[in-house]
């Protein structure tokens, strides 16, 4: 008895090309995450600034967006707004890097004059 050997199909061109795209998105994957390991460790570099008013009965709401342009996460971010002898205070839990979180700041008068600062944070 003999044995024939089953016909081979060749590949889809479709399955043939899905495999490629899987390799390079694994193999770019893989890539970034490796690059990000490599790079050097900075301190977060955080900045502050108004964004928008809101008036309430409760007075002037100041929303603060904080920005993070460091490689390292902060925490316990500490904000400070100061319009004339108005001093505001509020404290974020954290600020991503490279990313932003949003705080709120209540003064009796118009906060568009205010200098808002980050004071300090600590290591998360």
Do not use: C
């Amino acid at each position: 008895m003999t044995r024939r050997k089953a016909a081979t199909r060749p590949r889809p061109v479709l399955q043939a090309l899905m495999a490629a795209i899987g390799v390079l998105v694994t193999v770019g994957a893989v890539g970034v995450v490796a690059w990000e390991a490599n790079l050097p460790a900075t301190p977060p570099s955080l900045s502050a600034r108004i964004v928008r008013v809101q008036a309430t009965p409760a007075g002037q709401i100041a929303t603060v967006r904080v920005v993070n342009d460091g490689r390292d996460t902060a925490a316990e971010v500490m904000i400070e707004g100061v319009l004339g002898s108005e001093v505001a205070t509020a404290t974020l839990a954290y600020v991503p890097r490279r990313a932003h979180a949003q705080a709120y700041l209540r003064f009796d008068g118009d906060p568009r004059a205010a200098t808002v600062s980050v004071l300090g944070w600590s290591a998360p």
